[in-house]
């Protein structure tokens, strides 16, 4: 079980901490770019990011399931469990979303030095990473408090 909280702990803080970033720290900061430093600066900034969040999610669907089974399944779990695994769910559904459509847009135009066709594909990229950390974020303090709501 400390194993499976462990991984699932990290994968989380990394998961939300890295939208935190990019959404209130890197965003505000490449904002100041034009559109040719801006554009391709995030289609790096994705191409590394993503992936790891596809191993994130494998690790959270991974290590959420078998502690669930580790306790004798979902019969003997919290109800901040169930608010958990749904957030998270639709966290993941966003994201993908994300990744096979503005993203894969996104990263076809910058590719073809389309800047004006990028843009709004970021913009789009934006909200819904911006969706997805208040979930995340949602998501800690339920991980956290949880256990101790009664």
Known sequence: MIVGLFVHILAAVIWVGGMFF?????????????????????????????????????????????????????????LHIDLMQGIGIVMMLLFAHLYF?????????????????????????????GYNLVLGLIVVVIGATGRYWG
């Open 22 to 78: 990019a959404h209130q720290m890197l965003r505000p900061a490449a904002g100041k770019l034009d559109a040719a430093q801006r554009l391709p600066l995030w289609r790096r900034v994705f191409q590394r990011f993503f992936p790891l969040v596809w191993a994130l999610i494998a690790v959270l669907l991974l290590s959420g399931y078998g502690m669930i089974s580790a306790l004798g399944g979902f019969a003997h779990i919290g």
């Open 101 to 129: 459509a503005p993203w894969a847009r996104f990263r076809r135009a910058v590719d073809a030095g389309d800047l004006a066709a990028a843009a709004p594909q970021l913009d789009r990229i934006r909200r819904i990473v």
